[in-house]
């Protein structure tokens, strides 16, 4: 509002008074930027140190990482070594205890020789058993025609005494 009269607006005031506003908004707005842009700056610096520190601290912690799994790794690896010459101790000691070819033929060689030995003393042990066999049955018919005889000479002797009970001194069998 220039000179004139307080309370008469005219284009020319309006104008003036926008021109003004406008002005004053278009510092304010470059000021507000300004302030914006240094924040959203150190904003991003903040971040980007933020973030070397944390991939610093993420490439520390995996380097580290690795280093005990490669330390665990060898460890297993060495354990493993231990454990395959063990084993390789246990099967020598193994295959040491059994016997060698030559003393196998020689066990075979013993083996078919016993069998033989044993198969000569069943043959023997066969003749013997037939033989006794044979006695036995001799025996049994021998004692079989005694158990004959004997019951013929008790049937006989019977029948004297039944004679001899009823009267007849000759001792012939009644009829």
């Given at each position: 509002?220039?000179?004139?009269?307080?309370?008469?607006?005219?284009?020319?005031?309006?104008?003036?008074?926008?021109?003004?506003?406008?002005?004053?908004?278009?510092?304010?707005?470059?000021?507000?930027?300004?302030?914006?842009?240094?924040?959203?700056?150190?904003?991003?610096?903040?971040?980007?140190?933020?973030?070397?520190?944390?991939?610093?601290?993420?490439?520390g912690e995996v380097r580290g990482g690795f280093a005990d799994l490669k330390g665990?790794?060898?460890?297993?690896?060495?354990?493993?070594?231990?454990?395959?010459?063990?084993?390789?101790?246990?099967?020598?000691?193994?295959?040491?205890?059994?016997?060698?070819?030559?003393?196998?033929?020689?066990?075979?060689?013993?083996?078919?020789?016993?069998?033989?030995?044993?198969?000569?003393?069943?043959?023997?042990?066969?003749?013997?058993?037939?033989?006794?066999?044979?006695?036995?049955?001799?025996?049994?018919?021998?004692?079989?025609?005694?158990?004959?005889?004997?019951?013929?000479?008790?049937?006989?002797?019977?029948?004297?005494?039944?004679?001899?009970?009823?009267?007849?001194?000759?001792?012939?069998?009644?009829?």
């Amino acid at each position: 509002m220039s000179s004139g009269r307080p309370d008469q607006v005219t284009l020319n005031t309006v104008h003036e008074d926008l021109q003004t506003g406008f002005t004053h908004l278009e510092q304010e707005v470059r000021d507000g930027f300004a302030d914006l842009k240094g924040e959203v700056r150190d904003g991003f610096a903040d971040l980007k140190g933020e973030v070397r520190d944390g991939f610093a601290d993420l490439k520390g912690e995996v380097r580290g990482g690795f280093a005990d799994l490669k330390g665990e790794v060898r460890d297993g690896f060495a354990d493993l070594k231990g454990a395959v010459a063990d084993l390789k101790i246990t099967l020598i000691s193994g295959f040491q205890a059994l016997p060698t070819r030559e003393s196998s033929e020689e066990m075979v060689r013993l083996l078919r020789e016993k069998n033989r030995i044993d198969e000569e003393r069943f043959t023997q042990l066969d003749v013997h058993i037939r033989e006794q066999h044979l006695q036995i049955q001799q025996v049994l018919r021998a004692v079989v025609e005694g158990q004959g005889v004997m019951a013929d000479g008790i049937r006989a002797l019977v029948a004297r005494l039944d004679a001899l009970i009823r009267g007849r001194g000759d001792g012939s069998p009644t009829v």
